[in-house]
């Protein structure tokens, strides 16, 4: 079959299409026929510098999260998930390919309201969104920033918590993005690239209630200075390359909760189909801004790590 190899750490050229051994589905476990791979932006951390959530030795075929039609299924699988559109984790890697094998426990059937290409979407954003707004305990009126605002998981968050009644201020990187955020329903967007934006937030909020930072660096210190008493700031991120540096005890004494949320497995499985529920029923809508073929991987992370990108990319393999 058609992959995306990784043979060693770097720049997005490292990236390059190949051929790899078609997987069989071992007992407990199937096979997909991958129509749509995800990539997520800390999939660009892992191959510039082999860092970050995903153990692996080289070379390897990248990716995490794919989708697709159950091909093969191994025994003690039953034989009536052949042909079903599923969406499925791969375990860290595997995904940029033309077949996956996975263990059934791992496959969410695809609602037949929601298309296959939302749904691989909404796999890990949803997910983490869904995670990181509930850890959030979001009030009617709380006054939410939400940085990277119209990236994968920010545009989701931004939708999720007008849902819950919040004030939501976007902040991104330029107009394309701003006006992004704006559709989704958010009521200030600030364009944090302009270094007066915080006084902008102030100006147009007083102060915040809860910081979503999937950014860090200065970003989310900046962020962190915008929270008020009682305030809540929520880091799941670092795409600037650093995480906020904020101790407890600065944040205790600006009377400030840092929420660093956690799961069990079984708690990230129920987020990411309560994203796709939230879909089906209407409610949530990702933004697929890219689309490259499989082999063209490396353009596509060139295009996620120059910040270029709207939303989700997606590689597609047919
Ligand atoms: N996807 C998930 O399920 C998941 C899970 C756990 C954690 N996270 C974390 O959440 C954050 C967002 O993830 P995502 O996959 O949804 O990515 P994304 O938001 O689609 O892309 C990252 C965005 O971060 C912003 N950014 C700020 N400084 C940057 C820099 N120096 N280089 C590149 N981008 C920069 C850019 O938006 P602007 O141009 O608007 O600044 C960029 O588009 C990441 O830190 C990621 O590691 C994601």
Do not use: C
Not at 116 to 126: E, N, P, R, S
Not at 201 to 214: Q, S
Request: no cysteine; proline share 5%; aromatic share 6%.
């Amino acid at each position: 079959m058609r992959a995306v190899w990784l043979r060693e750490f770097g720049g997005p050229e490292v990236l390059t299409p190949g051929e790899a051994p078609d997987p069989v589905a071992d007992p407990g476990r199937v096979v997909v026929d991958v129509a749509f791979a995800n990539i997520t932006f800390v999939e660009t951390q892992f191959r510039a510098t082999g860092g970050g959530p995903f153990a692996g030795t080289l070379p390897m075929v990248p990716g995490n999260g794919v989708g697709g039609v159950v091909a093969a299924v191994g025994s003690g699988v039953p034989a009536d998930l052949l042909g079903t559109q599923v969406i499925t984790s791969t375990g860290g890697s595997g995904g940029y390919a033309e077949r996956v094998a996975v263990d059934a426990a791992a496959l969410f059937l695809v609602p037949a309201e929601v298309p296959l290409d939302v749904a691989v979407a909404l796999l890990a954003d949803g997910r983490t969104a869904t995670m990181m707004t509930r850890a959030a305990g979001l009030r009617t009126g709380d006054r939410v920033l939400v940085e990277a605002a119209a990236g994968g998981v920010g545009s989701l968050i931004v939708q999720l918590a007008k849902a819950a009644g919040a004030m939501v201020v976007a902040a991104a990187g330029g107009a394309r993005k701003l006006a992004v955020a704006r559709d989704l329903g958010a009521d200030v967007t600030v364009d944090y690239t302009d270094e007066n934006w915080p006084k902008l937030v102030r100006d147009a909020t007083g102060a915040v209630d809860v910081v979503f930072d999937g950014v860090g660096g200065d970003i989310g210190a900046a962020s962190f200075d915008l929270l008020g008493p009682g305030g809540r700031m929520v880091s799941f991120g670092l795409a600037s390359g650093t995480w906020t540096a904020i101790t407890d005890d600065e944040a205790t004494a600006r009377d400030v909760t840092l929420v660093r949320p956690a799961a069990t497995p079984d708690e990230l499985r129920a987020y990411t189909e309560s994203a796709l529920a939230e879909a089906a029923a209407g409610r949530l809508q990702p933004i697929i801004g890219q689309r490259f073929p499989l082999a063209e991987a490396a353009a596509a992370h060139a295009a996620i790590q120059s910040r270029a990108t709207i939303g989700k990319t997606l590689l597609e393999t047919r």
